[in-house]
């Protein structure tokens, strides 16, 4: 039962290394641990991506990365700049911030246009967006994931884990609510051993955004 487990947790998990001062050496190891333990993807810095798309070669571990991040400041045309490099360097999945400044400012159609450019360009590949869950309050939530929604993309994510906090229960289970059964709700920021996973599952995520993925799996009762 204990591999069951194990293979079907790493499957929900993006392995994420976003530290600014991470080296090519730490990403190594980052691929290694993704091989042995089956995660989803790694999530990385775009400038890390080509890396590891070689290291991942021939496994089922995808590469993740990131745009507007963790700012959100909506730039348009710079983001799909980039959205354009990163999917030529072979990333398969993209986690956006959506524009905050413009969401505090009810600038809604503002917000919903920048995502929708981003799931444009992305041709297909899995967008996640960032609604930093932490500055705003219940029904602020729900508008987010509202707009989320109604730009095609294919998950909300909870946060960046570069703000005041990150996923809270209580909210990942507003979002799922929000966005019903079928859609991806990913929990990232705090969620660092295996009975946290099991928390952000049992209130709705379907992807939990981690750096202590190998501790999580460890954590999990082989017996």
């Known amino acids: ?78 983001n799909l700049d980039d959205v354009e490099r990163v999917i030529t360097e072979g990333a398969m999945e993209i986690d956006m911030v959506m524009d905050i400044n413009s969401f505090r400012l009810k600038k809604y159609d503002k917000v919903l246009t920048g995502i929708y450019s981003i799931v444009e360009a992305a041709a297909g590949r899995i967008v996640k967006v960032i609604i930093e869950s932490c500055h705003w309050n219940n029904d602020e939530i729900k508008i987010a994931c509202e707009i989320v929604k109604e ?16 996923a809270k229960y209580s909210q990942v289970k507003i979002i799922r609510q929000a966005v019903g059964d079928l ?26 955004g981690t750096s202590s993925g190998v501790k999580i799996i460890q954590g999990i009762n082989d017996s």
């Not at 730009?151 to 990150?166: D, E, H, I, L, N």
């Not at 009975?195 to 995520?205: P, R, S, V, W, Y």
Request: net charge neutral; hydrophobic share 35%; charged share 25%.
């Open 151 to 166: 730009a095609k993309a294919q998950f909300v994510k909870t946060s960046t884990g570069f703000s005041t906090y990150g």
């Open 1 to 78: 039962m204990g591999k069951k487990i194990k293979k079907k947790i790493a499957g929900l998990i993006d392995q994420t290394l976003l530290n600014p001062d991470s080296s090519s050496q730490d990403h190594f190891i980052l691929c290694k641990d993704a091989k042995k333990y089956g995660f989803r993807t790694v999530c990385v810095y775009p400038h890390f991506i080509d890396q590891c798309v070689q290291d991942l070669e021939g496994t089922s571990t995808e590469v993740c990365t990131v745009i507007d991040f963790p700012e959100g400041l909506g730039e348009i045309e710079r």
């Open 183 to 208: 859609f991806g709700v990913k929990a990232s920021g705090g969620v660092n051993t295996f009975n946290d996973t099991i928390k952000m599952i049992e209130a709705g995520a379907n992807r939990i």
